[in-house]
């Protein structure tokens, strides 16, 4: 894989909050959960969307998305040069 990211939401004035992860990469949305956090594991380095919706005994759903970015792991030793 490459890369696992943790990702946290906060719910303000929820009644029960129930959150639901996408993470951008063509895996299924996550099941409704109560936790607020969660892991995923993006199999390629890329630009992803990543949105949580949340949702409370109120009915009403609201959503947030952030860019998140995968990269390859960084060298031991910075590059002494490059060409274009």
Do not use: C, Q
Not at 54 to 67: A, M, N, Q
Request: aromatic share 10%.
């Amino acid at each position: 894989a490459a890369g696992e990211a943790s990702f946290t939401a906060t719910a303000v004035n929820g009644i029960n909050p129930r959150y639901r992860w996408t993470f951008g990469d063509g895996t299924p949305a996550t099941d409704w959960s109560a936790s607020s956090t969660a892991r995923h594991a993006f199999a390629a380095p890329g630009i992803y969307y990543v949105r949580v919706d949340v949702t409370d005994d109120r009915g009403g759903i609201v959503s947030e998305t952030l860019v998140h970015t995968v990269h390859l792991p960084l060298t031991a030793r910075a590059a002494s040069m490059s060409t274009g």
